[in-house]
């Protein structure tokens, strides 16, 4: 890699590229499990908890929300059990930096998920990892197995009081279980309908018991701030806005990748501060050999596009919202000039039509009537009035339903609609005058 | 069970069959999985919402297979369940359900279990044996089956070969890798071929972006495809 690049921060990829790092015996020296033994001797579930609010983490899963915060939630005094459930549905489309958390330091997920556990003083944590991902199953079941028979896992955990249980849970192939009432209903066994909220799970989730639902990625970020503090945490990457008392920043680490049509695809891992055109053109290589950077998708699918000609921007949580888009996964997709934007639109829309979960009308019905109208516009079909009807039925699916995954289809459409229109009038017959065009 | 002749292309879902174009009005389809179209009636040639993306490779043929739906539909014969657990998945299934507080918590880990075991989809008499077995109603299983895209509710081939057809790995190539296994095999995704060699579906993403264009082989992924690498890793498929 040239240098003169924004740095590489590796913490959460500290052990990406060392051998059998998913072992515990490669693991264990390399500092796994310290923290949980720091937290567990040391610490109160309350001190933690302070901590990663101190820290200023937030959400890695797509929303941003801080994690702290999420935790303070929590109902006490149910007298029910409390759990801790991992999202491990990695099921975004461009998304992908769950997966070499999983298969590549699994026992860092594991340890995360029990120091938090021991935050939230659950009594189990349930990783929920999509099913198409059969070996992070099989590398996080490998950890579990390795930590519970030395003690890190199970009842009496490092001989103190703190029992907990971890469990894998297969998904089956269903993107709306990433949304978090949805994947509780997936872990009781049923069809992954997001719930109404309130209740919001931190008062009724799995089994009508408290629950806290975390990335991934967010949970593995808590034993480094147990070890250095949350003070050391929020010093990296964006401070908050001062002039903005509700402002977070985006402070830490943050896995970030690149797809589609670049020279090197991948994954690293940054503070948020380097910009997308950095990300793009400088770790993902830029385009491929003779073409042009045409559209950027700057986290998974579900965020508005971004032009060549915006891409300089943070790759921050407020940064990017203040752009019109979102950081979402953190993992960006990117289009070329030889990419269709209206076929694209056909794919987007084609994809959630297909992963609406069927409660709500609007995402029910209104996924497939945008692809209907894409694809007879990629045709050549397209009528004089179809621009003026998707944007109809954009107002008509978003915000309208339980869930984000309505709002998260009409996004990413709805930007290349307005930003490509010109696109959209060349193919349709007859060409209609681009009034005030 | 009788494997089926190579099933009728399904319609929908798939961009390449059009349908009537009447894109101003609502299509008249459900979502995910074959289930719900097939229970609302849907003409012959709506397709069954999931189309033949994902797991659809038999839901969605399965309902075409049977159209048209004019004629009423013959009196249900509930399903004679099988057994379950057999005895050698009877260690697992326990284990499975004493790590929930909700025995039917334990469904979707025991299907796929189930599916593994029973030939790689999940018939109507295996789902009454689960129901049975985990206390929950045949319908109820029914819809989870239905609903997940990795559940099969058709017999597939020794070898599952699902392409990624998401966002990513379509712009990376995945339509010529379709295009590629309907010259080599004669399917198109939904189908099974005679001898039950081959299921071809398209799925949506297998979140292995960095490597697209990317598809399995049952279980087995395989990244950066070509469709020259993809015709020899055919080959080897017996």
């Known amino acids: ?437 | 069970m009788t494997p089926p002749a190579v099933s009728p292309p399904p319609t929908g879902g798939d961009p390449r069959p059009r349908e009537p174009r009447d894109a101003n009005q609502p299509p008249a389809r459900g979502t995910r999985g074959g289930g719900y179209a097939e229970a609302a009636g849907a003409p012959a040639g709506v397709a069954p919402a999931s189309g033949p993306a994902k797991a659809a490779t038999a839901a969605g043929a399965a309902a075409a297979a049977t159209a048209p739906r004019k004629t009423p539909a013959p009196a249900v014969v509930p399903p004679t369940p099988v057994p379950f657990p057999p005895d050698d998945l009877k260690a697992a299934c326990e284990a499975l359900i004493a790590r929930y507080p909700q025995r039917a918590a334990a469904l979707i880990p025991i299907l796929h279990l189930a599916q593994k075991r029973f030939d790689g989809w999940i018939s109507p008499e295996v789902e009454a044996g689960v129901a049975q077995y985990l206390g929950v109603s045949d319908q109820h299983v029914r819809g989870v089956v239905t609903f997940y895209t990795m559940f099969n509710t058709k017999p597939v081939g020794r070898h599952h070969v699902q392409v990624c057809r998401t966002l990513s790995c379509w712009l990376r190539g995945a339509g010529e890798l379709t295009r590629c296994l309907e010259r080599k095999t004669g399917l198109r995704p939904g189908q099974t071929d005679e001898a039950r060699r081959f299921t071809v579906s398209e799925v949506e993403c297998l979140g292995l972006c960095e490597v697209a264009p990317a598809l399995f082989v049952n279980e087995d992924a395989h990244v950066n495809v070509t469709p020259e690498g993809l015709e020899k890793l055919l080959d080897g498929l017996k």
């Open chain 1, 1 to 437: 890699m040239a240098t003169g690049l924004y740095p590489q921060t590796k913490v959460l990829s500290k052990n990406f590229d060392v051998p059998n790092a998913h072992t515990l015996a490669v693991a264990r020296p390399r500092g796994a499990y310290q923290s949980l033994e720091k937290a567990l001797r040391t610490m109160t579930p309350a001190q933690v908890t302070e901590e990663v609010k101190k820290s200023r983490l937030r959400g890695r899963g797509g929303a941003g929300f801080p994690t702290g915060m999420k935790w303070s939630f929590v109902a006490k005094n149910t007298g029910k059990p409390t759990y801790l459930v991992m999202n491990a549905d990695e099921s975004e489309p461009g998304a992908f930096k769950d997966r070499y958390l999983m298969e590549r330091d699994p026992h860092l997920v594991v340890e995360g998920a029990l120091v938090s556990a021991y935050a939230i003083e659950a009594s189990a944590v349930f990783i929920y990892v999509r099913g198409e991902y059969p070996n992070s199953i099989r590398r996080l079941e490998g950890a579990i197995a390795e930590a519970r028979a030395a003690g890190l896992v199970g009842k009496d955990i490092l001989g103190t009081k703190f029992s907990c249980e971890v469990w894998v849970h297969p998904g089956a192939g269903a993107y709306i279980c990433g949304e978090e009432t949805g994947l509780l209903e997936s872990l009781e066994g049923k069809r992954g309908h997001p719930r109404i909220k309130p209740p919001f799970p931190a008062v009724e989730g799995v089994f009508r018991c408290p629950t806290i639902i975390n990335n991934v990625e967010t949970l593995s970020h808590v034993p480094w701030i147990v070890a250095h503090g949350g003070e050391a945490f929020a010093k990296q990457g964006i401070p908050p806005d001062p002039a903005n008392p509700r402002s977070n920043g985006s402070t830490g680490t943050k896995l970030m990748g690149v797809s589609g049509q670049v020279r090197n695809p991948g994954l690293w891992e940054f503070e948020p501060g380097i910009t997308l055109r950095e990300l793009v053109y400088g770790y993902g290589g830029g385009p491929l050999p003779g073409r042009k950077i045409k559209a950027v998708i700057p986290g998974g699918i579900s965020m508005p596009v971004l032009l060549d000609s915006e891409l300089d921007v943070k790759m921050g949580f407020d940064e990017l919202v203040k752009v019109g888009s979102g950081l979402g996964t953190g993992t960006a997709i990117v289009m070329d000039d030889t990419c269709d934007m209206v076929e694209a639109c056909v794919n987007i829309a084609h994809f959630f039509g297909h992963e609406s979960c069927g409660q709500c009308t609007p995402c029910r019905e209104g996924c497939h009537w945008m692809e209907k109208v894409f694809r007879r516009v990629a045709d050549g079909d397209g009528q004089p009035g179809d621009l003026d009807l998707l944007e109809s039925l954009f107002k008509g699916i978003e915000g309208r339903t339980i869930c984000f995954l309505a709002d998260a289809a009409v996004w990413p459409v709805r930007s290349i609609v307005r930003k490509f229109r010109g696109e959209f009038l060349a193919k349709m017959t007859p060409a209609p005058t681009p009034a005030g065009a």
